[in-house]
């Protein structure tokens, strides 16, 4: 069974069009990521999100926005497209262990987003 | 956020053991280091993590010096399907303080 399942896998679009990455973990962790990596290979994390508190990385325009319709799933929304979305965007989950321990993420296969 | 640094590309053999070093020289005491593993088109793996001294899996050993200033993943006896990007990180619990550097790109060649 697929730990973090994403799609579509591929996702080709133009410009200006709102499309939905969906993500679906079945690892029962609390805690959902998503990250961007462009094509320099750069992996930036976008939000971050659990039943508390979402965290969201300040460079990240808000034509993005996560929707967490239960613990299980975190989709991606994306507004007005625009050629600079064209990456790979990785979701990712964690249980979050706590005090100083880092978490260890599990991610997705990744979705490529392609805007012309 | 502690900033890493890592050799951009390492080459290897088939059956030798890898030694990828990873500098954090502002590292805060409640930081751990953890390394990812991330093939083409797919998205990054967990491989290990520790707080000091060595820690030992199946897959790696990580080693940290009492300064905890740097870290060494050592990959003993490498494949050719053990070519990947691979990635250092410092930072404590989920959310954003997890931050991915530029990671060093590892080629074994027959």
């Known amino acids: 069974d697929t730990a973090v399942s994403q799609t579509p896998k591929y996702l080709v679009t133009q410009m200006g069009n709102d499309k939905s990455i969906k993500c679906e973990q079945n690892?029962?962790?609390?805690?959902m990521y998503w990250y961007k990596q462009d094509s320099k290979k750069f992996l930036k994390i976008m939000f971050s999100?659990?039943?508390?508190?979402?965290?969201i990385n300040e460079t990240v325009p808000n034509r993005f926005s996560p929707k967490s319709p239960d613990k299980a799933h975190l989709n991606l929304h994306i507004n007005s497209l625009e050629l600079g979305d064209s990456a790979v965007y990785f979701c990712?989950?964690?249980?979050?262990?706590?005090?100083?321990?880092?978490?260890?993420?599990?991610f997705g296969p990744g979705t490529r987003l392609t805007v012309l | 956020l502690a900033k890493t640094t890592q050799p951009i590309s390492m080459d290897s053999y088939e059956g030798q053991e890898v030694n990828i070093t990873c500098s954090h020289n502002?590292?805060?005491?409640?930081?751990?280091i953890t390394w990812y593993q991330q093939f083409p088109s797919q998205g990054p793996r967990f491989i290990i993590q520790?707080?000091?001294t060595k820690v030992t899996n199946e897959v790696a050993s990580l080693f940290i010096p009492a300064d905890r200033k740097s870290s060494t993943l050592s990959l003993p006896r490498v494949s050719l399907s053990d070519t990947a990007v691979y990635y250092c990180?410092?930072?404590?619990?989920?959310?954003?303080?997890?931050?991915f550097g530029k990671g060093t790109m590892l080629l074994v060649s027959p």
């Open positions: 990712a989950s964690s249980q979050e262990v706590g005090g100083a321990r880092t978490d260890t993420q599990y």
């Open positions: 690892l029962g962790h609390d805690t």
């Open positions: 999100y659990n039943n508390k508190e979402l965290i």
């Open positions: 502002n590292i805060a005491t409640n930081d751990y």
């Open positions: 520790g707080y000091k």
């Open positions: 990180l410092v930072g404590r619990s989920g959310y954003s303080t997890l931050t």
